[in-house]
């Protein structure tokens, strides 16, 4: 993020996306900064996305972003009464943000605040939960109520159609009866289930997690050989693609709408049958809503990456930070920590 040249007036700010296909500025007067970010807790944006939720910032009707020649390496998607295309990189699967689709919004952008490289405090300001309804049972909007001694606010619309789906997901069985969890992308090109196995335990990364150019990502573990139908250990399996974000790593993400699905890594794969990935929680179908409480246990009293965190914006590390503690401690009399190999 570099001043403009030309005016003292103007500010440059610089994104991209974890492979640089994509980059892109947004000029802008800095009178109209810091920019309004909110975070989107609807099922689209946790079914599209894979998180708990999204950090967005609108951009005024005037400001668009630049994009000179890398939009091509964009991919956007919509669906029957969507308001808005999502993009994301098709090479890595990084959101880079939505533009309206008609009416007043059309054309206008709204941009994954999480993109944006050396983000300076004076740039963007999270004041907003919204569509908080559409997340029953908890999430980030518990964890985080306040970002230093400001309170964050929420706001749910009145009018949902195209914007957020309030119907529980139907819990599943499978042949035998047994109790499965759905896994579930939003167009429905990555999807499977997977039973309980013995325990199944969750992290939160925060910020520091540059591959995904993602606020806050929730993962669980489990063999993936419980899932099913059975996905092999190629991982190719739908609408997925897999993006090598360092040696041995491998991350994947549904090719049609976005979402990010899965983690894995050589550590993790020392035979077929022992084959271990992440799953990003915000694809999960609980029926008792995103945290799926009945299924997974957060490791509250520990988040991953706080210190590249703290390095983005230390006073929204702090404040998630006890948040999420709080809530564990609520939760469960405590707050679990445990590790997490590999």
Not at 244 to 258: A, H, L, Q, W, Y
Not at 316 to 340: C, K, M, T, V
Request: hydrophobic share 35%; with cysteine; charged share 20%.
């Amino acid at each position: 993020m570099t001043a403009s040249p030309d005016s003292d007036s103007l500010r440059t700010l610089k994104a991209h996306c974890r492979c640089r296909s994509v980059e892109f500025t947004v000029t802008i007067s800095s009178s109209k900064l810091p920019l309004s970010a909110h975070l989107c807790h609807c099922s689209i944006c946790r079914y599209t996305h894979g998180t708990l939720c999204v950090f967005h910032a609108e951009l005024p009707h005037d400001i668009f972003p630049q994009f000179e020649s890398s939009i091509e390496h964009a991919k956007g998607y919509s669906f029957a009464d969507a308001k808005t295309e999502r993009f994301f990189c098709r090479t890595c699967g990084c959101h880079i943000g939505d533009k309206g689709l008609s009416g007043e919004d059309k054309g206008q952008w709204i941009v994954a605040t999480s993109v944006f490289a050396q983000v300076h405090t004076n740039d963007f300001i999270l004041k907003t939960h919204v569509n908080t309804n559409s997340a029953p049972g908890g999430g980030v909007y518990e964890w985080l109520q306040e970002i230093g001694d400001r309170k964050m606010k929420s706001w749910n619309p009145e009018e949902t159609r195209g914007v957020v789906e309030h119907s529980a997901p139907p819990p599943e069985t499978d042949e035998h009866g047994n109790e499965v969890l759905r896994a579930k992308c939003h167009c429905g090109g990555v999807s499977f289930t997977f039973p309980r196995p013995d325990a199944v335990n969750l992290r939160v990364d925060v910020m520091g997690d540059p591959y995904l150019r993602a606020h806050v990502l929730g993962w669980t573990f489990i063999p993936l050989i419980l899932c099913s139908p059975r996905i092999p250990t190629s991982l190719e399996f739908g609408t997925m693609i897999k993006f090598e974000s360092s040696p041995g790593v491998t991350r994947t993400f549904c090719g049609s709408c976005g979402a990010t699905v899965f983690f894995t890594c050589k550590e993790r794969q020392p035979s077929e049958t022992q084959y271990v990935v992440d799953i990003a929680v915000g694809i999960l179908r609980a029926p008792e809503g995103p945290t799926a409480k009945k299924w997974l246990t957060w490791r509250t009293g520990r988040l991953s990456w706080v210190e590249d965190g703290k390095v983005y914006d230390p006073a929204f590390i702090a404040s998630l930070e006890r948040g999420f503690d709080q809530w564990g401690q609520n939760e469960y009399g405590h707050s679990p920590s445990f590790e997490i190999d590999g």
